[in-house]
Structures are given as C-alpha cells and as structure tokens.
C-alpha cells in the first residue's frame, strides 16, 4: 500500500531564512507526487507536481521540490520564507492517471519568526 | 476561469442524522473526488466520480455515497452520521482522460461538518 511520511509535524523558521520540508513516500510503481499548502479554514493549493522528466521542480511563490528516487524522497524547499508563508504543508503521492485518489502526509506546520 | 466551489461552509448536524454536501467543478473538469480531513490530519480519499458514476473508492463504508451530475457538478451523501465523522469534506476536481484517470486535482475551500 502506498503511503507518504512528513516526519516533521512542527517546523519553526525566521523570516528571511532558508526552509526545507521533507517528504518521504513508499509507492509500487513510478510515483506522482504533489506538494499542497493550507492556510487555516482554507481548502489545499497545488504547490508543485513531479510527474517525470527533471527531478528538480520549480512551483509557485519561489518554491521547488527534488524527487530522489534512491531516497523516495520528495523534499520542498524555499530559499527565502515571508511570513505568508506560515501554513499547513501536504505531501501527496497518486497513481497518475488513476482513480484511486491521492494519499496525503499528516502535514508540517511551518511557523514564522519575524 | 471559476475555481471549485463548495456549499454549506459550515454545518452541524445530530448522531444518527443525514447530511448533503455539494461541490461544483473547476470550468473544463469532468471528475469530482472527495476527500475526508479530520482535525490535525491530511485529507482521506472517500471517493471518485467521472461521468457520473463512481470510479475509485477509498476505506470507506457504504453509508458514504455520491452523485455527479451532468454539468460535473457533484454531492456527497452520509447516512446515519458519527461523532467521527466530523471533519472537514474536501471536494477536488479535475480533468479526467479515458477510464477517468485524473492526475492533477485542484480543491475546493471545504465543507466543516461538526456531529453533536
């Protein structure tokens, strides 16, 4: 069965610094993976998406995430944090092209210090 | 381009009640997903409508029913609802091909169900 494992429920970064999220999945097959973003009482925002191609993905609000076959590994990263940043973050692994829907992480909490 | 809209916001029902949850499709979307997150977890997938019949089913029970209707649009249904089925009911849509294989979803702002 497939699954997805954030293994950090809290992440506290300052403002300005760097961030990294990890992502580590296990799937049978060439996996697709999403990073979501929920800010509370909100629904979830596509991030970024692997499908397949360049490992290194670029999404929206300067956000990018590199698929590590070797690692099964799905890390975000951003190399500046505002504080809108501050929101729930979902790692998400599907089948592609399947009807079996999307399994989700339990989520990272990212707080910003100013 | 009208994103996914979904309808009531908020809504409290009864142990043992019924309750209707609506969602409408992103314009140019064919297949509706649901999605079950309860408080401080990601989202469970529920179920998976396209071209108005269910197509993928997740862990759960039978009491958990859907309908899409021909414009896309799509509800989701509990019967004899449980203090745990409080959550929040997110609605996805997206651009289903062939067998209805959907890879990208886009969702909805959710549905915040409190069972008293």
């Known amino acids: 069965a497939q699954s997805v494992t954030q293994p950090d429920i809290h992440i506290t970064v300052s403002e300005g610094a760097s961030l990294e999220l990890r992502c580590n999945y296990s799937y049978g097959a060439t996996p697709y993976l999403f990073w979501y973003v929920q800010s509370p009482g909100q629904g979830l925002q596509l991030l970024l998406k692997?499908?397949?191609?360049?490992?290194l993905v670029q999404g929206i609000k300067g956000f990018e995430a590199e698929f590590k076959r070797s690692q099964s590994s799905f890390n975000l990263r951003k190399p500046s944090v505002h504080w809108s940043d501050a929101a729930e973050y979902f790692c998400a692994v599907g089948p592609g092209g399947g009807a079996d829907g999307l399994t989700f992480g339990k989520g990272t909490h990212l707080i910003i210090q100013p | 381009e009208t994103g996914v809209t979904q309808s009531p916001t908020h809504l409290i029902k009864t142990r043992g009640q019924q309750v209707t949850l609506r969602c409408s499709s992103q314009s140019g979307h064919n297949t509706v997903s649901w999605y079950q997150q309860a408080l401080g977890q990601g989202p469970q997938f529920i179920f998976q409508?396209?071209?108005?019949?269910?197509?993928g089913r997740g862990n759960f029970p039978p009491r958990f029913s859907g309908l899409q209707f021909p414009n896309y649009s799509s509800e989701l249904n509990v019967n004899a609802l449980e203090l745990d089925d409080s959550a929040l009911y997110l609605c996805?849509?997206?651009?289903?091909?062939?067998?209805?294989?959907?890879?990208?979803?886009?969702f909805g702002p959710g549905t915040r169900l409190t069972v008293t």
């Open positions: 996805a849509s997206s651009l289903g091909e062939g067998m209805g294989l959907v890879y990208e979803q886009y």
């Open positions: 409508y396209y071209r108005e019949e269910e197509n």
């Open positions: 692997y499908f397949s191609g360049d490992t």
